[in-house]
Structures are given as structure tokens and as C-alpha cells.
């Protein structure tokens, strides 16, 4: 069974550039989860997704981040106009159920200078 | 205070060692999942508890809902097991998980 796999490994921006990340879960996988981790810290949820549909987005930034799956199997997470703040790695994770346990990607490090 | 309190921050192991790292939780958490994150930032599934007591090889972690706390316990540390070690907490009316702030775990030869 192929895991959770994440697109691209490493961006660096300048400040006020645009930048979308791509997740595929594993087959089977109803639900999504990205996650934001900075630095020495734990990931922190940003949104996730009961197939297509958004369950939990109250903790994405929503003036200029953004997140889309279309047909309840890939994902697309979009900033828009980065800052430094949002350097950090960006995880997707999927599971097979809400209460199920989540298998997470190999992360997108992201670095806006 | 935290919702997902972890300890220590940090902790360093001679290779044979045991030792345990710890999760207190401010309310009660529905279950709990234990990752490991390697050199590479990948985050790797130890275990998920919905209750009490779960032991793969050299770990074994519990999950007391009720006393709101997690324990992760390693046996016989070798080097691979260096890393930093999450606990993540599924809250009982969000159904998403909190994470820990991570031990940081380097093992000694």
C-alpha cells in the first residue's frame, strides 16, 4: 500500500509570492488533514476534509491560504502572497475514518525569505 | 494551560537504556496517537489508543482517559530510536488531534 505522498519536497519564496502544495492519501482514505509544523514545534492543524467536503477550517488563515479537494481523493493547499511567518513545513495527513488513525506524508518545507 | 502538556522536552539515553516519556492532558481527550519524527521530518505512526495499554518490540504505551494522561515507554534504546517523539490528542468535540510540543530523544553509544 503506497503511503501519503506530498508535492513539491522544498519551496523558498520571496515575500509576497503564491505557492500551492499537492497531497495524495492513501487509497481508501476518506479524510485529510493538513497541518502547518514551524520550527521545534508540534504540526498544527490547519484544516481537514471529510472527503470533498471542509469539516474544520477555522484554524487556516483564510485571507490568504486556501484549500481545495475537489473529487474527495487529492488536495491542493494554496497560499497566496507569503510571509515570512509562514515558513514552516507543511504536512497532509489521511486516515479512514474521523477516528481512525492518521498516516502522515513526507512534508513540504517551505521558506519565504 | 496547554491542552496537550508533554515531558521533557528533551531527554538523552545511553544505548540499553529504559525510560518513559509522559502527556498530560487539560481535558478528556477521546484517544491518542504517538509518532515519531525522523532526521528526514517524517512523521512516523507508533501507536493509536482509544484505552489502555498497546506494546509493539521495545515500546509499550498506555492511555488513561479518566486521569487524562498518555505514557510512552521505550526499552533497551538503540540508535535508531533517536528522533522526536510526539504525542497527539483527539479532542472530544472537535474530532481532530492537538500534538504535543515533542521530546527530543538522542541516543548514546
Known amino acids: 500500500e503506497a503511503g501519503v505522498t506530498q508535492s513539491p519536497r522544498y519551496a523558498v519564496l520571496q515575500e509576497g509570492q503564491a505557492v500551492s502544495f499537492w497531497c495524495d492519501p492513501i487509497s481508501g482514505h476518506d479524510t485529510l488533514y493538513w497541518y502547518q509544523q514551524p520550527r521545534d514545534q508540534g504540526p498544527q492543524l490547519l484544516v481537514y476534509?471529510?472527503?470533498?467536503?471542509?469539516?474544520?477550517n477555522s484554524q487556516l488563515p483564510s485571507d490568504r491560504f486556501s484549500a481545495v479537494r475537489p473529487k474527495g481523493t487529492n488536495s491542493t493547499l494554496k497560499i497566496q502572497s507569503a510571509k515570512q511567518g509562514d515558513t514552516a513545513t507543511y504536512l497532509c495527513a489521511s486516515s479512514r475514518g474521523l477516528q481512525d488513525t492518521q498516516y502522515f506524508g513526507p512534508g513540504t518545507r517551505l521558506l519565504v525569505l | 494551560g496547554m491542552p496537550v502538556e508533554q515531558n521533557p522536552p528533551a531527554l538523552s539515553l545511553y544505548e540499553g537504556a529504559d525510560s518513559g516519556l509522559r502527556c498530560n492532558f487539560s481535558t478528556t481527550m477521546k484517544s491518542v496517537q504517538w509518532f515519531q519524527q525522523n532526521h528526514r521530518g517524517r512523521l512516523i505512526t507508533l501507536f493509536y489508543l482509544a484505552q489502555g495499554t498497546k506494546e509493539n518490540g521495545r515500546l509499550k504505551s498506555t492511555f488513561n482517559s479518566k486521569e487524562r494522561y498518555s505514557t510512552l515507554h521505550i526499552k533497551d534504546a538503540q540508535l535508531e530510536d533517536s528522533g522526536t517523539y510526539f504525542c497527539a490528542a483527539e479532542t472530544s468535540s472537535g474530532q481532530k488531534l492537538v500534538f504535543g510540543q515533542g521530546t527530543i530523544l538522542k541516543v548514546y553509544l
Open positions: 476534509f471529510r472527503d470533498e467536503a471542509v469539516i474544520d
